[in-house]
């Protein structure tokens, strides 16, 4: 059983920044990918970033390329997303989550966080 839980959510103004968490436990978490999705209000949960069993590839939606940046700590068993010059438009709530394959984990992974509110202010 994979768990996750995400922190580091909150209100900020926009052109600011915060940085989301996420706590890792369970079975193989160290050799499976990692990544944040997210979803806003009245619209469909959206994929944000990923990062590699060993953090040497990740992957980034168009929208948040250059002002997001995924990492994971192994040792921490974490994954963090750090979010600078935050936009209205992302203001969603924030999953984390995990699946076996890198290439593939923006489509559907296989275990997600119970998510972290964030919001952006104009």
């Known amino acids: 059983q994979v768990r996750l839980q995400e922190s580091g959510g909150g209100l900020v103004q926009a052109g600011g920044s915060l940085r989301l968490s996420c706590a890792v436990s369970?079975?193989?978490?160290?050799?499976?990918?990692r990544g944040w999705f997210r979803q806003a209000p009245s619209k469909e949960r959206e994929f944000v970033a990923a990062i590699s069993w060993n953090g040497d590839r990740t992957r980034y939606a168009d929208s948040v390329e250059g002002r997001f940046t995924i990492s994971r700590d192994d040792a921490k068993n974490t994954v963090d997303l750090q979010m600078d010059n935050l936009k209205p438009e992302d203001t969603a709530t924030y999953y984390c989550?995990?699946?076996?394959?890198?290439?593939?984990?923006?489509?559907?992974?296989?275990?997600w966080g119970q998510g972290t509110q964030v919001i952006v202010s104009s």
């Open positions: 369970g079975r193989s978490i160290n050799t499976n990918a």
């Open positions: 989550a995990t699946d076996l394959f890198f290439d593939t984990i923006h489509k559907g992974p296989s275990h």
